[in-house]
C-alpha cells in the first residue's frame, strides 16, 4: 500500500471515530456529518494519489473517484451515492447558512462510511 493512501486512510479512521463520538454524545448533527464527510474524503484523496491523479477541489476529486473506481466496478454506487449525500449536507463554508441536517442522516451514513473504509483497507491490503 503506498504512503499517501496509509496516511488518508489513518485519517478517515481518526474521521470516523469523531463522528462516533458525537453521535454517542448527542452532538449537532452538522457536526457529526461533517466528520462522516472526511472520513469518506481522505480515502478518496489517498487512492486518487495512489494513482498520481490530483483534484484542485473536493468535488473534483469525488468526481473523479466515480470515474476511476465506481464506472470500473471497483466500489458499490452506494458509497457513491452516500459521499455525494454528505458533500451535499456537509456546510460549504462557515458564512453559508447552516442545512437541515437530522441526526438519522448521520446514523445513515455512518456505517455506510465505515463500511467504506473497512472496504477500501481489504482491497489496499
Known amino acids: ?5 496509509r496516511l488518508k486512510l489513518d485519517q ?5 471515530a469523531d463522528a462516533a ?7 449537532e448533527p452538522g457536526y457529526i456529518i461533517n466528520s462522516i464527510y472526511y472520513a469518506f474524503l ?6 486518487l494519489a495512489a494513482r498520481n491523479i490530483t483534484a484542485t477541489m473536493q468535488s473534483t476529486a469525488i468526481a473523479l473517484f ?6 470500473k466496478g471497483h466500489f458499490d454506487q452506494r458509497y457513491m451515492d452516500a459521499i455525494r449525500e454528505a ?5 460549504s463554508c462557515a458564512c453559508e447558512s447552516p442545512k ?12 455506510l462510511a465505515s463500511e467504506f ?7 489496499a491490503a
Request: hydrophobic share 40%; proline share 6%; glycine share 6%.
Open 21 to 27: 463520538g458525537l453521535l454517542r454524545d448527542g452532538a
Open 100 to 111: 437541515k441536517v437530522t441526526r438519522e442522516d448521520a446514523e445513515r451514513l455512518f456505517p
Open 66 to 71: 466515480e470515474r476511476e473506481f465506481v464506472q
Open 117 to 123: 473504509l473497512d472496504k477500501l483497507r481489504q482491497t
Open 87 to 91: 458533500f451535499d449536507l456537509k456546510p
Open 1 to 5: 500500500m503506498k504512503e499517501i493512501l
Open 12 to 16: 478517515a479512521q481518526e474521521a470516523l
Open 42 to 47: 481522505y480515502p478518496v484523496l489517498g487512492l
